[in-house]
C-alpha cells in the first residue's frame, strides 16, 4: 500500500552529490561532497551542519575512462577540513598566483589558506547567513585585494595583509568519506565551459597601484582646469597682440616726430592725449606702491614683535649663554654653563637669609677671648721655643755698659753674665721646688678645672634614648628647608657663574691672542714676499659659535 512504500522511501538512503573545481599541481583533483538535499529548506540545512564531511575537501588521483572517473574511497585522501562552522562549501578557487586556495560556503563565510601549509589561514564573514552563498572569489596577481560576490547581491572588496592575516589552525578529526563516488571527468568534460573560463582571465585586467595615477573624478577637474586656462591664454594672446600693435604705430610716430625739423617738432607733453588719465595711472602706481610698503611694514613689524617675545622668553633673563670655545688646533672644545638669572622675589628671599645667617653667627660667636678661671696659666699667648723668662735680658739690665773694651775685659765680663744667668735659675729653680704641690695630695687648681668643666659640659643624650629631645638648632620646619633649598640654588648658580667668570676671560684672551696673530702674519707676509719665501702661515680665528651674543649683527657678505 501507500504507507509501506513512502516507509521504505524514507528508509532508502539518498546518495550525495559530488562537485570539483581545480587541480592540485601534482595533477589531482580537489572534490568536495555536496547533500542531496541542497536546495532544501533551513530545516534541512540543520541537519547538514551536523556533518563534518561536508565543510571537507578531498584529493584523489584521476583514472583513465572515456568520459567519467572512478575514485575510490580507500585511494581518496583528505585534502584539508573547513570546520563545522564554516558551512556546506559551495566554491572552491586558487589565486592567481597558485600560493592560496579561497573556499567559499553556502553561509556566507569565506576562508583563505595557503597552498604550501594549509594549517595557516583566516576566515571572513560579512556576507548574509541565509542567502549571502558565496558564488564567486578572486585573489589579485600580488595577493593583496580580495574581492568576493555573494547571492545576497553584495560585492565586498577587502585590502589584506597576508603575512598579518594568516594563523596556524590547529588540526581536528576528519570525517570518513562513502565507499564509491562517480563524477565527470574534468579533461572530457564540456569544452564550453573551458572556452568561459579562458574568455575570463583574458578579460581580467591589472590593479592601478601607482598612488600618483589620477581618478576619473581628478583628471576631470584637471581637464577642465586646463580648458580654463587654455581660453585665458587665448585672450591673453589676442590683447598682447593688440597693444604690439598699438605700440609699434606709436614708435613709428615718435621716429617720424624725430626726423622733422626742430620747429615743427611736437614735444612730448603734447602727445598726451588725455593728461589726467596719466596722472590717474600714476596715483594708481604710487598708491599700489604704497600698499606693498605698508604690508612690508606690517610684516616687519609683526616679526619684530615676534623675536622681541622670545628674547624676553629665552633670552633676556639669562647671565650667560651656552658657549663653545674651540682650541687653535684639534678638536678639543670647552663649553661654558648657561645660567639663569634668578627670580627677583628668589634674589629677596635669599638676601634675607644672608642677614638672618648673619645675625645668628654674631649672637653665637661673642668677640670676647676665653675666660679661664683664675690662677690657671694661659698658655695660649706662649710661642713653641720661646722661655716665659729671658734671664739674659734681666743680667745685661744689671750689668754697666761701658763703650770700649780689651779682648780680656769681654772674656771676663761675658763669664760674669753667665755665672748671674746660672745664680738666677738655680734661685728661680728652688722656689719651684718649694712651689711643687705634693704628689699623695689633688691639686687645687686641677680641682677648680675640674668643677668648671662639670658646670659647663652639655647634656649629650643618644638619639636612641627614649629621654631624647632635638635641640631646637637641629629642628627642621618646611621654613628651615626652603632656606636650605634656597642656599643651594644660590651656590650652585655663584660656582657657576665663578666658572663662566674665567671661561668669558680665557675667550677675550683668545680673541686679543687672535688679533695680535693676525697682526704680525700681516708683517710676516710682506717678509716673506720680499724674500720671495711661500710658507704657510699660522692663522687663528674665532667662529661664530663662540660669540653667540653677535647673532644680531649682519654684515654685507653674509
Known amino acids: 500500500n501507500e504507507d509501506e ?3 521504505e522511501e ?5 546518495p550525495d552529490l559530488v562537485s570539483f573545481s581545480i587541480y592540485d599541481q601534482d595533477g589531482s583533483i580537489l572534490f568536495s561532497l555536496q547533500p542531496p538535499n541542497y536546495n532544501d529548506d533551513a530545516a534541512a540545512m540543520k541537519n547538514i551542519n551536523l556533518d563534518d564531511r561536508y565543510t571537507t575537501v578531498y584529493k584523489a588521483s584521476m583514472g583513465s575512462g572515456p ?24 566554491l572552491m578557487c586558487s589565486s592567481i598566483s597558485s600560493n592560496y586556495v579561497l573556499f567559499g560556503s553556502r553561509s556566507g563565510r569565506i576562508q583563505v589558506r595557503h597552498a604550501g601549509n594549509l594549517n595557516e589561514a583566516f576566515q571572513l564573514n560579512l556576507h548574509d547567513g541565509d542567502t549571502g552563498e558565496i558564488s564567486a572569489l578572486s585573489l589579485t596577481f600580488d595577493d593583496r585585494i580580495l574581492t568576493s560576490i555573494g547571492k545576497d547581491s553584495n560585492i565586498f572588496v577587502y585590502n589584506v595583509d597576508m603575512d598579518q592575516a594568516l594563523r596556524v589552525v590547529k588540526s581536528k578529526d576528519l570525517p570518513t568519506l562513502p565507499e564509491k563516488v562517480e563524477v565527470e571527468d574534468p579533461e572530457n568534460g564540456n569544452d564550453e565551459e573551458k572556452e568561459g573560463q579562458g574568455m575570463e582571465e583574458e578579460r581580467r585586467t591589472e590593479d592601478i597601484v601607482n598612488t600618483k595615477a589620477y581618478s576619473f573624478e581628478e583628471a576631470k577637474q584637471k581637464k577642465e582646469m586646463d580648458d580654463k586656462r587654455t581660453v585665458a591664454e587665448r585672450k591673453k594672446d589676442k590683447m598682447r597682440a593688440e597693444i604690439k600693435k598699438l605700440q609699434d604705430s606709436f614708435e613709428a610716430l615718435l621716429k617720424a616726430n624725430a626726423a622733422l625739423p626742430a620747429s615743427e617738432r611736437l614735444s612730448c607733453e603734447e602727445f598726451e592725449i588725455d593728461p589726467e588719465l596719466m596722472q590717474s595711472l600714476k596715483r594708481k602706481a604710487n598708491d599700489k606702491v604704497q600698499l606693498v610698503r605698508d604690508e612690508l611694514l606690517w610684516e616687519s613689524e609683526k616679526w619684530r614683535v615676534q623675536i622681541k617675545k622670545l628674547k624676553e622668553k629665552f633670552y633676556n633673563n639669562l647671565l650667560v649663554e651656552h658657549i663653545r670655545l674651540y682650541s687653535f688646533s684639534g678638536d678639543l672644545v670647552v663649553t661654558s654653563y648657561r645660567v639663569a638669572d634668578l627670580a627677583p622675589k628668589m634674589k629677596q628671599e635669599i638676601e634675607e637669609i644672608h642677614k638672618i645667617l648673619k645675625n645668628q ?36 739690665a744689671r750689668t754697666p755698659k761701658s763703650k770700649k773694651l780689651s779682648g780680656a775685659q769681654k772674656r771676663k765680663l761675658n763669664a760674669e753674665r753667665n755665672r748671674n744667668i746660672r745664680e738666677l735659675r738655680e734661685k728661680e729653680m728652688s722656689n719651684l721646688e718649694r712651689q711643687k704641690p705634693d704628689t699623695t695630695k689633688e691639686d687645687p687648681a686641677d680641682l677648680r678645672l675640674l668643677e668648671t668643666a662639670r658646670v659647663n659640659r652639655g647634656d649629650f643624650k643618644l638619639k636612641s634614648s627614649p629621654n631624647y629631645v632635638v635641640p631646637a638648632s637641629q629642628r627642621v620646619n618646611t621654613e628651615k628647608k626652603r632656606r636650605q633649598m634656597l642656599l643651594v640654588v644660590d651656590s650652585v648658580q655663584r660656582v657657576k657663574m665663578q666658572y663662566n667668570r674665567k671661561f668669558l676671560a680665557v675667550r677675550d684672551l683668545k680673541k686679543i691672542i687672535c688679533e695680535r696673530v693676525a697682526k704680525d702674519n700681516v708683517e710676516l707676509d710682506a717678509i716673506n ?19 653667540p651674543e653677535k647673532r644680531e649683527q649682519v654684515y654685507l657678505k653674509d
Not at 653665637?364 to 677671648?369: A, Q
Not at 714676499?529 to 660669540?547: A, N, Q, S, V
Request: glycine fraction near 8%.
Open 10 to 14: 524514507k528508509q532508502t538512503p539518498i
Open 67 to 90: 568520459g567519467t572517473t572512478t575514485f575510490d574511497v580507500k585511494n581518496a585522501a583528505t585534502y584539508v577540513s573547513l570546520g563545522k562552522e564554516f558551512g556546506v562549501l559551495s
Open 529 to 547: 714676499e720680499y724674500l720671495g719665501i711661500e710658507e704657510e702661515t699660522f692663522r687663528p680665528c674665532m667662529r661664530k659659535d663662540e660669540w
Open 361 to 396: 653667627s654674631m649672637e653665637n660667636s661673642p668677640g670676647c677671648k676665653l675666660v679661664l678661671p683664675s690662677g690657671v696659666p694661659n698658655a695660649l699667648h706662649y710661642k713653641p721655643g720661646q722661655s716665659p723668662r729671658n734671664y739674659l735680658r734681666e743680667v745685661n
Open 5 to 7: 512504500r513512502l516507509h
